[in-house]
């Protein structure tokens, strides 16, 4: 392939991880080839495989879960002409209804609304699959595009703005140089510990979502829409779960506890016999049957993946100008999958630097810091929304989610009178995440569980380092402690006497 012309005002852009953020930076950087003076020198990092290669078939044995492609996330990708007609539109499936279980006892349904949030639900890889065609059929023939996938980066130089990386096939090891590097690279990310051993002032606090979950796909029952987003709430004893419609008549079904449960989650449900499984399932979940061949899939996909366990990222910058890095996407802001929000957040942190760019002209200096102005209020409001939105006591969760339905009836009613919950307002283009954050502190909903999360986790933790003991209750030793309170109590009565 060849290699760009020599020129002052070409920058080379290093765009650490293909995976819906970088792919679609990549792409509106290349864009902006054609019309913006400065000519972006763009090389791809990838530690995987290039799932853009694959046929459909092939792309099948690729499956992860399933997630919403919001308002946000479309905007973003339609800010790329033809990007979203030619490659994502049939990816997914169109989300028309919504629904929660509570026993057997089904809520919702359609909207007429014309001006209701538009939303798709796709499989995570197929979005990463469908950018990266785009990048094959659009780029890999421009001098001013080259990806190195099955590649690893294995450290960034950030005083001399260079990376080293490895080649998975050939093992051989090379500096590749930037003028501005991308982390777009995950929850542990490399390009991310340029800045904590840069700054000082560099917030990062990394951890995970509390909470292990599995997810399945098997075929659609008779009695979920083929278009529907389902909510779970308490659907198995101590666990919340969520459907959502596939392509191919499938739905994908994630189940998950809080961690401060995991002695109380029955034991049948932790087997390796898939019989033992599908029989717990027939027992206890009553949302809706499923098929003989369902259970049985359901258990068979359950008993053969380990349990997942996300990660979580907070930092309280997203840009280096010493270092000449941004991040984005869960290098940023990586965040529980509860409110199916973080890949929508990463499309936007791509969209918005683009607009970053084009507003100072592609200065770096001042487009560097503007991005983080921007976009460090969105990824913080992202992180503690998914984490506290939905309360571990599933008691309070419950109950906040019948609030939240009696809020929602109001609000249609009286909308002058009572505000939409952060829920309706989650998904609407027209608010940022900031929006959705206050509204959701003000409502007293994520105050109350943040003070009850946080005190979860902490005992939790405590208990499972030994840092807390629990003893054995005794009631002689009760009855000791009581009769010295009470005759303390009253020695100094009369002594006061």
Same mark, same amino acid.
């Given at each position: 392939m060849c290699r760009p012309p020599a020129s002052q005002s070409t920058r080379k852009v290093i765009v650490a991880g293909a995976g819906p953020g970088g792919l679609l930076l990549q792409a509106l950087l290349h864009a902006r080839n054609a019309t913006s003076s400065v000519k972006y020198d763009i090389t791809l990092i990838e530690s995987r495989s290039d799932l853009g290669k694959l046929s459909p078939d092939e792309l099948q044995a690729h499956r992860s879960w399933m997630i919403g492609l919001s308002s946000h996330g479309l905007q973003a990708v339609r800010s790329l002409p033809g990007l979203y007609e030619k490659y994502l539109s049939d990816v997914g499936v169109?989300?028309?209804?919504?629904?929660?279980?509570?026993?057997?006892?089904?809520?919702?349904?359609?909207?007429?609304?014309?001006?209701?949030?538009e939303g798709f639900i796709v499989d995570r890889n197929f979005i990463v699959a469908a950018l990266s065609r785009y990048a094959l059929e659009n780029m890999s023939d421009s001098p001013f595009y080259r990806s190195k996938y099955d590649t690893e980066m294995l450290y960034v130089d950030h005083a001399n703005h260079r990376v080293l990386v490895r080649s998975k096939e050939t093992n051989a090891e090379e500096y590749v140089h930037y003028d501005l590097l991308v982390g777009a690279d995950g929850v542990r990310s490399t390009v991310r510990d340029a800045l904590v051993k840069r700054h000082f002032d560099f917030e990062?606090?990394?951890?995970d979502i509390f909470q292990n979950f599995k997810a399945v796909h098997i075929e659609r029952p008779e009695r979920v829409s083929a278009s529907s987003i389902s909510l779970l709430p308490a659907s198995l004893p101590h666990f919340n779960g969520i459907c959502l419609p596939e392509t191919g008549n499938l739905i994908n079904m994630s189940f998950g506890f809080s961690r401060?449960?995991?002695?109380?989650v029955d034991k049948e449900i932790m087997s390796d016999d898939p019989k033992v499984v599908a029989q717990y399932f027939k027992d206890?979940?009553?949302?809706?049957?499923?098929?003989?061949k369902g259970y049985t899939d359901l258990a068979e996909q359950w008993v053969n993946q380990r349990w997942n366990r996300t990660g979580m990222v907070h930092c309280n910058?997203?840009?280096s100008l010493p270092c000449k890095i941004i991040l984005l996407g869960d290098a940023a802001h990586a965040t529980s999958p509860s409110i199916g929000m973080g890949m929508n957040t990463a499309l936007r942190d791509a969209q918005k630097f683009a607009e970053i760019l084009d507003r100072y002209e592609d200065d770096f200096d001042q487009a560097l810091p503007q991005y983080s102005k921007e976009r460090v209020p969105e990824g913080n409001a992202l992180t503690d929304i998914a984490l506290n939105l939905y309360c571990f006591d599933t008691g309070v969760g419950v109950r906040t989610?019948?609030? *939240?339905?009696?809020?929602?009836?109001?609000?249609?009613? !009286?909308?002058?009178?009572v505000g939409a919950g952060p829920n309706e307002i989650l998904a609407r283009s027209e608010f940022t995440l900031s929006q959705v954050y206050q509204a959701g502190n003000d409502q007293g909903i994520l105050t109350k569980h943040r003070e009850i999360n946080e005190r979860i986790r902490r005992e939790t933790f405590e208990?499972?380092? *030994?840092?807390?003991?629990?003893?054995?209750?005794?009631? !002689?030793?009760?009855?000791?402690?009581?009769?010295?309170?009470?005759?303390?109590?009253?020695?100094t009565l009369i002594a006061m006497k």
């Open positions: 169109l989300l028309t209804e919504a629904y929660i279980y509570l026993g057997s006892k089904k809520m919702g349904g359609g909207t007429t609304d014309k001006n209701a949030p990062l606090q990394l951890s401060n449960n995991l002695d109380k206890n979940f009553k949302a809706f049957s499923l098929t003989e910058m997203y840009h989610m019948i609030l *939240g339905l009696v809020r929602s009836i109001l609000h249609y009613l !009286f909308p002058k009178l208990r499972q380092t *030994g840092m807390i003991v629990e003893k054995p209750k005794s009631s !002689f030793r009760l009855y000791a402690i009581v009769g010295a309170v009470l005759a303390g109590g009253a020695g």
